[in-house]
Antibody, heavy 118, light 111 residues
Framework: EVHLVESGGGLVQPGGSLRLSCAAS????????MNWVRQAPGKGLEWLSY????????YDADSVKGRFTISRDNAKDSLYLQMNSLRAGDTAVYFC???????????WGQGTLVTVSS | QSALTQPASVSGSPGQSITISCTGT?????????VSWYKQHPGKAPKLIIY???HRPSGISNRFSASKSGNTASLTISGLQAEDEADYYC???????????FGTGTTVTVL
């Protein structure tokens, strides 16, 4: 069974940094493209970042370009999101999701909450 | 990127059918067959219920069906049940940004 488990969320001050992790199991991680999607409290879904199977191709939403960096370690079956220069508007639940570029997400993690506040 | 437009809420009685629309442009829904739909209960992760316009993943009830016409995609839930109460989001590939776009979301209420 496919499992995606996010971790690393928490309370951080504006301007601070945080690194999210997503541990994958139940499938061959290195053969799947991965993504990060977030959802602000009471709001809709926002596709943030995409990474190819090998990690050589990355796409980011304009809202996080230059501040957030997606990466993966196929040897550790793990996906990461390095978040820098955090703003109050980045407060959200962050989901990792398995899915091909431009297509659908067939499995999601349970999400991890990031709160940016002083 | 601009979100796809969905009605904020749709309601129906048990056993009835409801349809949720998702309106985009020729740069997303109208131009590609990469439309998907997700169901999300409060506080939970979204769950894929439709992919590539009208395909159901394994294990998804055939009460869920979907289609698209022009720049609008539609999700129909037939034989409405209490467990169908949730938020529903559409999503599509778009040529205007590097990543896809989600809809604004629709809350389904079973009366």
């Amino acid at each position: 069974e496919v499992h995606l488990v996010e971790s690393g969320g928490g309370l951080v001050q504006p301007g601070g940094s945080l690194r999210l992790s997503c541990a994958a199991s139940g499938f061959t991680f290195s053969t799947y493209e991965m993504n990060w999607v977030r959802q602000a409290p009471g709001k809709g879904l926002e596709w943030l970042s995409y990474i190819s199977r090998s990690g050589t191709t990355i796409y980011d939403a304009d809202s996080v370009k230059g501040r957030f960096t997606i990466s993966r370690d196929n040897a550790k079956d793990s996906l990461y999101l390095q978040m820098n220069s955090l703003r109050a508007g980045d407060t959200a639940v962050y989901f990792c999701a398995r899915g091909r570029f431009g297509d659908y997400f067939d499995h999601w993690g349970q999400g991890t909450l990031v709160t940016v506040s002083s | 990127q601009s979100a796809l437009t969905q009605p904020a809420s749709v309601s129906g009685s048990p056993g009835q059918s409801i349809t949720i629309s998702c309106t985009g442009t020729s740069s997303d829904i109208g131009g590609y067959n990469f439309v998907s739909w997700y169901k999300q209960h409060p506080g939970k992760a979204p769950k894929l219920i439709i992919y590539d316009v009208s395909h159901r993943p394994s294990g998804i009830s055939n009460r869920f069906s979907a289609s698209k016409s022009g720049n609008t995609a539609s999700l129909t839930i037939s034989g409405l049940q209490a467990e169908d109460e949730a938020d529903y989001y559409c999503s599509s590939y778009t040529s205007t940004t590097t990543l896809g776009v989600f809809g604004t979301g629709t809350t389904v209420t079973v009366l």
